[in-house]
């Protein structure tokens, strides 16, 4: 399987500031990368697909401005929580999909996650 | 739009019992996956499959692509404690560019 780190792995920040989160895949390069957010008990939600050298492509209710995307390398995607506050705490998970023999490019590789908690 | 339903949402078993959870949709998928999520960690996948009846184990877990590409099941066979956790099936269909469907997750617990 395919190794993606996310730093920090935790977070915690006062309302009203920003705070961004790095996704690396490590062993291979990814020109399309996935951010989730996850509530407690809850199921992952795909916020948006983080594309390298363009735009990002977010999910319908999904403010771009808020959470800003950059996927400036084949390797690095970060994800800006801007003017953050308490409803924003969550776990966002990042994942990557490699291409591999054969053209499979369907498996996700999810990252550790970071736990945000907004004061 | 696309729905996963993944059963059940919660197990309660003894350790050392066989289990089974599966998935189903009403759109028909090409990929199936699926993933367990330990708390505070991300998904880790645990078997992929490809082709309409493919059945693939990894050590005590078997899954199989329904026949129809429509189900996915996943069986664990004589549990143990560390396979508490949340497990999550997803789908993708045909195009490379959609996104990939999560259920609801099933949540293993092993009584002691």
């Not at chain 1, 969550?90 to 996650?113: A, E, H, K, L, M």
């Not at chain 2, 367990?36 to 693939?56: F, H, M, N, R, S």
């Not at chain 2, 497990?87 to 293993?108: E, P, S, V």
Request: with cysteine; net charge neutral; charged share 15%.
């Amino acid at each position: 399987g395919a190794v993606v780190s996310q730093h920090p792995s935790w977070v915690i920040c006062k309302s009203g500031t920003s705070v961004k989160i790095e996704c690396r895949s490590l062993d291979f390069q990814a020109t399309t990368m996935f951010w989730y957010r996850q509530f407690p008990k809850q199921s992952l939600m795909l916020m948006a697909t983080s594309n390298e050298g363009s735009k990002a492509t977010y999910e319908q209710g999904v403010e771009k401005d808020k959470f800003l995307i950059n996927h400036a390398s084949l390797t690095l995607s970060t994800l800006t929580v801007t003017s953050a506050h308490p409803e924003d705490s969550s776990f966002y998970i990042c994942s990557v999909t490699p291409v591999q023999r054969g053209g499979n490019t369907d498996t996700q590789y999810f990252g550790p996650g970071t736990r945000l908690t907004v004061l | 739009g696309q729905q996963l339903n993944q059963s059940p949402q919660s197990m309660f078993i003894q350790e050392g019992e066989d289990v089974s959870m599966n998935c189903t949709s009403s759109s028909i998928f090409n990929t199936w996956l699926w993933y367990k999520q330990d708390p505070g960690e991300g998904p880790v996948l645990l078997i992929a499959l490809y082709k309409a009846g493919e059945l693939t184990s990894n050590g005590r877990l078997t899954a199989q692509f329904g026949i129809t590409r429509k189900d996915s099941f996943l069986n664990i066979s004589a549990s143990i404690p560390s396979d508490v956790g949340i497990y999550f099936c997803a789908g993708q269909t045909m195009n490379r560019d959609d996104k990939i469907i999560f259920g609801k997750g099933t949540r293993l617990h092993i009584l002691p």
